[in-house]
């Protein structure tokens, strides 16, 4: 039946934590001001104990305390009551200042801070004022009274509950700086062992030596602080303090170099990535590391409960650290592993981008092959055909001789473009050869060649080859559909020309026809397309001469001209 008033006030104390704390207060108070050397008071330390970790303003309220905890506890705690002096109760009053101060940094509401400050206050006032004369009968507060300062201190507490503090929200690493709340300690020490140092050097008063320590020490406080953000001159000892802090023992630079030297010895995006994360593996701070792209979840080192995790395009990087981290090394350690992912997504990219182009030339030889076995198919069908008919033997023979084995050769260079498709053989020709030879090839469809190539002309054979055979592939189609079409190829200085006397091809195919592919009747449609290509390729540039109704002409010429 008490358990529900017990709940109530605890809920109650722990929405007024401005209550709590000068009930700490108030009690170190009365243990400072000689109280500590009376058994019965010395037991309100207990008391004071409880009242702090209800407060706790750096531990979290909702962790349980298993047994083991809570008798090491009490342990400490019986043991501070029995040693309880002077020097415990100065070094307890440094760490609450500390806690405080540190408190101070992550408090948004102005009247909750002022709060704070007031209690520091109180704190410095209890130390020098309560704490120190009690550690030796030297140290005296003539001509202040200290008997005063002991019944009417207390009388400020109140005035903590005119700033209340709003409820501890309870978020790890929120509740308290570390490095803020020491500071705050070395220059209560540095006050206090100061001032006692001072008046026992220069054999002056205690409350004398308080208040020339108080000004040194707020001279050196005034210099560190321009120091460390001046204004002009130099960076400030801020910018050096800050880029320590944030480094965390490897520099961002070093990790970029690290990136750097892996990127350029790894080459294959997953071992980057693997390689990049076990550099990890030297930081004291790290027991372990885990990463997953598209393969399975890889790790080196120990799994702790305390890790950061990072997601990224489908990249997933997360670092197990020894011992909790702070806010400043979380955000370190984020902008590491996004680094290397963002390396890692450029390197599988680039890997990506390296496979489609070779792919799409795979695709682009394989097609070009496909039309030259097309082609050859054709030449072939005809040779079958004009064999086939009746006539002289002899003739028919000749035939067959002169072009098999111009189709073997033309078989055979199909056939390496297939064995290396990123590479494209380039036989130069002496153009007269080539000329007779194509003449020769085509001696029994109705052709009229015009024009002769100069004798110190080469061209390239297999670009001439595989243009002129889709040029003509075309108007002998064209010629199914037109009968008595009239076809005249001719060379000159300006290069190779195919001209028909049949209709105009329509404006859009035009347009389209050696740019893209396109759908084709007889063919495939990627004959032309692919020659044009193939053309630019080797410096040659085939167009559309002329394009009109009684003369249809296409143009194989150097691209300079």
Request: one cysteine or more; a neutral charge.
């Amino acid at each position: 039946m008490n358990a529900q008033p017990r709940l109530s006030l605890g809920l109650w104390l722990e929405r007024r934590p401005h209550m709590l704390l000068a009930a700490h207060l108030l009690l170190v108070h009365l243990l400072a001001f000689g109280g500590w050397k009376i058994l019965a008071v010395r037991l309100l330390w207990l008391v004071a104990l409880g009242l702090f970790l209800i407060w706790q303003p750096f531990v979290a309220g909702e962790q349980r305390i298993s047994p083991r905890q809570g008798a090491l506890l009490v342990a400490i705690a019986s043991a501070t009551v029995l040693f309880l002096g002077p020097w415990l109760l100065l070094i307890w009053c440094g760490a609450l200042a500390a806690v405080i101060g540190g408190r101070v940094l992550w408090t948004e509401s102005r009247r909750e801070r002022l709060g704070y400050l007031l209690a520091f206050g109180y704190l410095v006032g209890l130390t020098v004022l309560g704490v120190v004369p009690e550690i030796s009968p030297a140290v005296v507060l003539d001509p202040l009274p200290r008997d005063v300062f002991a019944r009417f201190m207390p009388l400020l507490l109140p005035l903590l509950l005119v700033f209340p503090a709003q409820p501890l929200q309870r978020r790890a690493g929120d509740a308290f700086d570390l490095f803020y709340g020491m500071l705050v300690f070395l220059v209560l020490a540095v006050f206090v062992l100061g001032a006692l140092a001072y008046m026992l050097v220069g054999e002056i008063g205690y409350v004398e030596s308080l208040f020339k320590t108080s000004l040194t020490l707020a001279a050196a406080l005034l210099v560190v602080a321009w120091a460390w953000n001046p204004r002009a001159g130099f960076s400030g000892i801020g910018s050096a303090v800050s880029r320590y802090l944030l480094s965390v023992g490897m520099p961002l630079e070093q990790w970029l170099v690290q990136l750097s030297e892996e990127s350029e010895r790894e080459a294959h995006p997953e071992r980057f990535l693997g390689a990049v994360m076990r550099r990890l593996r030297g930081m004291p701070w790290v027991t372990g590391a885990s990463w997953q792209t598209v393969g399975p979840l890889e790790q080196f080192g120990e799994e702790t409960s305390l890790l950061h995790s990072l997601q990224l395009n489908g990249v997933a990087l997360s670092v197990f650290f020894r011992h909790p981290p702070s806010p400043a090394m979380r955000w370190h350690v984020e902008w590491l592993l996004r680094l290397a992912a963002e390396f890692y997504l450029v390197k599988r990219q680039t890997h990506d981008l390296q496979r489609m182009s070779y792919l799409q030339a795979v695709y682009e030889t394989g097609a070009r092959v496909t039309h030259d076995v097309k082609n050859l198919l054709q030449s072939m069908q005809l040779l079958c055909y004009a064999a086939a008919q009746p006539g002289d033997p002899a003739e028919v023979a000749a035939l067959l001789g002169r072009q098999l084995p111009q189709i073997t050769e033309r078989l055979k260079a199909t056939l390496e473009k297939l064995q290396s498709p990123r590479t494209e053989r380039v036989d130069q020709l002496p153009a007269r050869d080539w000329w007779r030879a194509v003449q020769e090839r085509y001696a029994h469809l109705a052709i009229a060649w015009q024009g002769e190539p100069a004798a110190d002309l080469a061209v390239p054979g297999a670009l001439f080859d595989s243009v002129l055979e889709n040029l003509l592939q075309n108007v002998l189609a064209k010629g199914q559909r037109s009968p008595g079409l009239r076809i005249c190829v001719g060379f000159a200085e300006a290069g190779l020309a195919v001209n028909d006397d049949g209709p105009c091809i329509p404006g859009e195919l035009a347009n389209s026809l050696l740019s893209e592919p396109v759908a084709s009747e007889d063919g495939l449609g990627i004959g032309l397309f692919h020659a044009a290509r193939q053309a630019e390729g080797l410096g040659y540039r085939l167009a559309l001469a002329e394009n009109r109704d009684g003369c249809v002409s296409f143009r194989l010429t150097r691209a300079t001209e």
